[in-house]
């Protein structure tokens, strides 16, 4: 015969371990897919043809990128 109680038990402990993992603040934040996705987008614009025509000119010219938010004191 099976003993009730301790399969209760141990069915509610797992709940209760299940209840505080999913209700943990940090859950949905992954430090890891924010950096992914600057990588790729880098990676992107450095291996179009538009992107290494940007860079070349940054570099011939000595300036800074159009898409950056540098402020000037002009």
């Not at 992107?51 to 159009?66: D, I, M, V």
Request: hydrophobic share 40%; charged share 25%.
């Amino acid at each position: 015969m099976i003993d009730y109680f301790a399969l209760a038990l141990g069915h509610g402990l797992l709940a209760i371990a299940l209840l505080r993992l999913v209700l943990r603040k940090g859950l949905d934040v992954d430090p890891l897919i924010a950096a992914l996705k600057t990588e790729t987008e880098g990676n992107r614009k450095a291996t179009s043809t538009s992107g290494r025509n940007a860079a070349r000119r940054l570099t011939t010219e000595g300036s800074t990128p159009p898409d950056t938010d540098i402020q000037s004191d002009a």
